[in-house]
């Protein structure tokens, strides 16, 4: 055998292998339908992180989720409160209880009919013991019973009780008059007990729900595709096909819609960076967000425990540089927690934080640090998918230099390394590991202060991290959180919000906004702060050539 | 990737290495580039700034950021503009070449110490030393590329920091780097050595009494020194890229230190609009991949006779 | 010829075996506590206990090892900390026609074009095209792949706009999706293929027999196919195997620039984030590929050589 016939051979083994492979990599030629298929890039992840209802965290796995699955009420394009499983809904005791009537001819996408016991299931699925790690103790805690539940001492939710097939009751532990928005969190959308224990490990790679789509294809590490529910009650989408790959980096998918590969992009992550290029497209949508990127501090070891210390900190910071020079003014400054829009804004918190260099020197020095000297050696984190927090960290760094004479490193991370560190944090702030000071980010669940007040900064709450702890702030929340009439609550929640801002519980930086391109041959699509909504229903969303 | 021939005759060339060095452009060119870059890279920063009255001279110290200069075009201020924090880019480029040239000089120190080192023993004792050190460099080998130096970079880097700042991390970077080069200079080395090994002279060296330490630094030392210069300098071409691939990954250099690779990952965003804040480092760091590269195959066939016939 | 085989085959086990232990160490030395990351922002001794268990980090080191030793010869990789309830097989199954797609695909244009290039440029000889084509062929090798891809997307959006026929930019699943990954993978390799091939055409050209057949006189373009392209391809064979391991290493740049879901995006983002199960399930993975490559390459070559083949 020569050498040049081996290659020879060689060559085109390889070649037919790659066309092998080509052959089986391509898909099918898609059916015809009455509307093209809808591609739409979720974005800063490699990997859906999960596609069952209770273990939704990641907003991408909402945003999957909320297209497969539903549950008894919904929010409409308006952001109001609509019905989905339930047809209507009573509620009674002062807001303690809710009787919702499920929808009669209410099915699976499989065709299945669905019945209050199947909301039941679950519910009590959703607060199993083995859910720990998911967001119905979060979310829906008020429910009577629930957590007996997930801490294994009872196995079915006192305060869910089945009616009969079309009426289901939910007892709470107190009024809440967010509870329904609660429940268009997915940790109570309806899933199907028999497509669950047909598959317990990987139901979800063919998941159906009462949602407008069902899954197709996922595709782990690569994509996943949506097919129409034929039997969604509000009829069958006309979408032929929603195509959804996973696309780490944000700046690439807006080349792969710049390059005609795309219709939506930027719903999950958006190249803040590259918005001045954009923004004259008539494709390119930009809306404020209830959304705010703020530094949080770990109050449980020194320099931070120093209420003096973060208030130096942020006093030394000029935001207006820093969001209309250095992020370009592609963001708002962000002077409050309850972002603008939201009941319970409160502009007059602006002032609590303003920009005073000599005050700033002062604090850091009657803490015991005149001029930074023997400050101790502290380090900013930041996760590195989001563009603008390299530059807002370097540029904060320069702050803190010129103004308080202090050195601080910054700790560029992983964002899901982050979020561990971050999560160490919370577990045990003290520890060596423990992060001094970070760069974060909260978005609304539903529309109510409650929920970027109580559930960021009350002592001992899941997402207060840095361990902020004030006993006038908590009381106040604990009130408000149980007041039943709005206008009554907002003024709690700003006096408690006055006290996080003067304490720096939070330093705010910027509120986000919403930055998405929708090819104009996309129709029946709005875009709230809250996200991407079909203006009536999915049944109407269409796709042009 | 270089294959390095063993001298076939150990004769004395007829003219020295250099005038073989420096008839051949392409090397003497990529010579004088590279040492234009190192005198710009350690003094260019400091008189670049000092051509400025003192009182604005740190707006050209890489560091400082002009809130003013924002992504700023070329100016009398700014030599190539300022980059999206309005830091100079003039200085920033210097420095992320001090950093390459830095990064590549520990590497290549390691390099050839480690390799240099253990190809000689392996070549020289043969038996279980061989086989040991042939075995650990075989399991390096095995490492597709940079895949060992990101999992070491990635797991230890805020360790590195924590312990030693901004250098403990360009340390960090450099040794995890020259685990992927110091096996190919081991394998090398040993080579050679075995080959040299049986050779008349140090047969005789060794009937006429010489230690074995004697026999590897008088005879064996000056016969790879060679080889070693050789594929050291074509290794810094590679460490270069590999250092900038790591920071592009963001496990290298940090901000606000500067790094090629760094500099060109802020930059490819926004490439459309200021599209010298890519081509600048992407240029400067391609050009000395070349200059390493030119000057390493004009050592090649300076040092070697066979190869010099072929050019 | 075997026993090269048998041997062969002895140290590649060897290898993969040093391979699962040093991936071990720097995973069970690297800071922080993978289950309590796992477990999130809820404090539960039951439930970390349950965990620790559940990946067998209760264990002394040592055990742990064996245990993950045990599971991978039964063909269990473990599961991932970041997808707690996705076996790492299920994770990697999906990265591996892909990656071997894009690696075949682009070791075969690199063959296809470099050999050609290197040929054509030996047989112009010290003329301006051969000047020419060796110029582009050492920037092709020399410019890393993080310089031409964001070139190569400005000029693509610029032929979209201008409504020309333009490429996809990232992603994956259809054909047209492979061709600009596969260029810029393949860009390294065509330049050093066809380097290689120039200077092995030329050191055929001078040897006897192909003089002797001119001097037969055999017509010129007989000479070349028959005896000075069959021995020019020898050497070919034998940096396949490189060649492909460079192809691996690039990969990881490539992949993750691209959006491409192949084991080298897999492996960096698993680094990036700590899940150790799967990047020592990748890290074993992608050193196998490279060992097998090498492997393969030996026996092609002694299959090939029939002076190797006597020995």
């Given amino acids: 055998m020569s050498g040049k016939k081996t290659l020879i051979q060689l060559i085109s083994l390889l070649a037919a292998l790659s066309l092998l492979l080509a052959a089986c990599g391509s898909p099918a030629a898609p059916a015809a339908e009455t509307s093209a298929p809808l591609r739409w890039s979720l974005e800063g992840i490699n990997e859906l992180p999960a596609l069952d209802p209770p273990l939704a965290g990641a907003s991408q796995s909402v945003g999957v989720i909320s297209l497969v699955f539903e549950g ?158 034929p039997n969604y009650w509000l009829g069958k989408p006309q979408i032929s096909e929603i195509d959804m790959p996973f696309i780490q980096d944000p700046a690439t998918a807006l080349k792969m819609y ?41 109050n449980a070891r020194p320099p931070f425990d120093n209420v003096k210390v973060r208030q130096a900190f942020a006093k030394a910071v000029d935001k ?144 207060n991290n840095g361990h902020y702890s004030n006993a006038e702030f908590d009381a106040l929340v604990d009130k408000a959180d149980v007041e039943p009439n709005l206008p009554s609550r907002l003024p709690l929640y700003q006096q408690a919000e006055t006290i996080a801002l003067t304490e720096v519980g939070w330093l705010p930086l910027y509120y986000g906004k919403a930055n998405l391109l929708i090819n104009t041959k996309v129709k029946g699509l709005v875009v709230t702060p809250q996200g991407l909504f079909p203006e009536v229903d999915w049944t109407k969303v269409t796709v042009g050539k | 990737m270089a294959e390095i021939p063993t001298i076939a005759e150990q004769t004395a060339p007829a003219r020295p290495w250099w005038m073989y060095f420096l008839r051949n452009r392409a090397a003497t060119a990529g010579m004088v580039f590279i040492l234009v870059a190192l005198l710009l890279a350690l003094a260019g920063p400091t008189v670049y700034q000092r ?79 061989d086989m040991l050190i042939s075995r650990l460099a075989d399991m390096l080998f095995a490492f597709p590329g940079l895949l060992l130096a990101i999992l070491i970079s990635a797991v230890f880097g805020s360790t590195a920091r924590e312990l030693y700042g901004g250098t403990g991390r360009l340390l960090l970077v450099a040794a995890a780097l020259s685990l992927v080069s110091w096996p190919l200079m081991a394998r090398l080395i040993r080579s050679e050595t075995l080959a040299l090994k049986s050779r008349d002279f140090m047969l005789a060296s060794r009937s006429l009494g010489a230690s074995d330490f004697q026999l590897i630094a008088r005879h064996l030392l000056p016969n790879v020194a060679w080889i070693i210069t050789v594929a050291a300098t074509l290794d810094v ?75 | 010829m075997w026993r090269i085989i048998s041997q062969r085959l002895l140290s590649l086990i060897f290898v993969l075996f040093s391979v699962t232990f040093l991936t071990f160490i720097v995973s069970s030395l690297a800071p922080g506590d993978p289950v309590l990351n796992m477990m999130g922002g809820r404090q539960d001794p039951v439930r970390y206990q349950f965990l620790r268990h559940m990946y067998g980090l209760d264990l002394p080191w040592y055990q742990q090892y064996f245990n993950y030793l045990g599971n991978l010869l ?140 001119r001097a037969k006189g055999a017509p010129e373009s007989i000479v070349i196919r028959r005896h000075v392209l069959r021995n020019a391809l020898l050497p070919l064979l034998t940096v396949l195997g490189p060649a492909t391991a460079f192809l691996v290493t690039g990969a990881f740049v490539v992949e993750n620039l691209f959006a491409i879901p192949g084991v080298g995006y897999l492996a960096v983002q698993s680094i990036g984030q700590r899940d150790y199960p799967v990047i020592q399930a990748t890290t074993i993975l992608l050193a196998l590929a490279v060992v097998v490559m090498n492997l393969v390459t030996d026996i092609g070559y002694t299959l090939a050589d029939p002076r190797v083949r006597a020995d």
């Fill in chain 3, 74 to 213: 039964s063909g269990n990789l473990g599961y991932s900390f970041k997808y707690p309830e996705r076996p790492v097989w299920s994770l990697i199954a999906n990265g591996v026609p892909v990656s071997m797609q894009l690696g075949l695909t682009a070791l075969t244009v690199s063959v296809l074009l470099g050999v050609p290039a290197g040929v054509l440029s030996a047989l112009w000889q010290n003329t301006w095209r051969d000047t020419a084509t060796m110029t582009i062929m050492l920037a092709l090798y020399s410019v890393p792949s993080f310089v031409i891809i964001p070139v190569l997307w400005v000029v693509d959006l610029a032929l979209y706009r201008a409504g020309w026929p333009s490429l996809p930019v990232a992603g994956w699943g259809k054909p047209e999706q492979l061709i600009l990954p596969v260029l810029v993978l393949a860009a390294a390799n065509i330049g050093f293929i066809a380097r290689l091939m120039r200077s092995s055409m030329l050191e055929v050209m001078r040897q006897d027999f192909v003089r002797t057949a």
């Fill in chain 1, 72 to 229: 008894l009420v919904r929010l409409d394009g308006g952001l109001n409160i609509a019905p989905a499983g339930a047809e209507s809904w009573d509620v009674k005791d002062g807001g303690k209880t809710f009787i919702f009537h499920i929808r009669k001819d209410l099915k699976f996408a499989n065709g299945d009919p669905v019945t209050a016991e199947d909301f039941a299931y679950s519910l009590n699925r959703a607060f199993a013991p083995e859910y720990a790690n998911g967001n119905a103790g979060y979310y829906l805690s008020n429910i009577a019973g629930s957590m007996e539940v997930q801490q294994g001492s009872a196995q079915t939710i006192s305060g869910v009780k089945v009616i009969d097939a079309q009426t289901l009751e939910i007892d709470l532990l107190n009024p809440s008059v967010y509870f329904l928005y609660q429940l268009t969190f997915p940790a109570s959308f309806v899933v199907s007990k028999k497509a669950v224990e047909a598959n317990p490990t990987a139901w979800t790679d063919t998941a159906y729900g009462t949602g407008p789509f069902m899954v197709k294809e996922w595709k782990h590490n690569q994509s996943i595709t949506l097919v129409p529910n």
């Fill in chain 2, 237 to 311: 071409a590679s460490v270069i890229v590999n250092e900038a691939t790591l920071s592009l990954l963001g496990l290298g250099i940090e901000e606000p230190g500067a790094s090629l690779g760094l500099m060109i990952f802020r930059a490819a965003g926004k490439i459309e609009r200021y599209p010298l804040q890519v081509f600048i480092p992407a240029v400067m760091i391609t050009a000395l991949v070349l200059a390493f590269s030119f000057v390493g195959d004009g050592l090649r066939d300076a040092f070697d006779p066979r190869s010099r016939q072929s050019g």
């Fill in chain 2, 51 to 129: 051509l400025l009255p003192a009182d604005q001279q740190r707006s050209r110290d890489g560091i400082f950021q002009d809130y003013e200069s924002i992504n700023a075009e070329a100016s009398p201020v700014h030599w190539l503009g300022a980059d999206y924090l309005g830091r100079d880019t003039l200085t920033r480029l210097l420095v992320a070449v001090r950093v390459s040239l830095l990064v590549a000089f520990v590497v290549e120190a390691i390099n050839i110490g480690l390799g240099g080192l253990l190809g000689l023993l392996a070549g020289y004792f043969g038996g279980w030393v």
């Fill in chain 1, 320 to 463: 207006a540089t820093l969001i209309n020079k250095v992020l370009e003014a592609a963001v708002v400054e962000a002077d409050t927690i309850i972002p603008p829009g939201m009941p319970g804004y409160n502009a007059d918190s602006a002032k609590i934080q303003a920009f005073d260099a000599a005050g700033a020197k002062q604090l850091l020095a009657d803490a015991g640090y005149p001029d930074g000297k023997d400050f101790p050696k502290i380090a900013l984190s930041i996760n590195n998918q989001d563009p603008n927090f390299p530059k807002i960290a370097a540029a904060l760094q320069q702050m803190w230099k010129e103004t308080l004479g202090v050195e601080v490193e910054i700790n560029t991370e992983e964002l899901s390394k982050f979020n561990d560190d971050l999560t160490a944090t919370a577990n045990d702030p003290a520890a060596a590991g423990a992060l001094d000071f970070y760069i974060s980010v909260w978005g609304a669940d539903y529309p109510d202060p409650q929920n970027f007040v109580s559930q960021q900064l009350r002592t001992g709450v899941g997402n």
């Fill in chain 1, 258 to 298: 710049q390059t005609g590969e795309l219709d939506i992009m930027g719903t999950y992550n958006f190249p803040t960076d590259q918005i001045s290029a954009v923004s004259s497209d008539p494709a390119f949508h930009q809306f404020n967000q209830f959304f705010v990127a703020y530094i949080g501090f770990n």
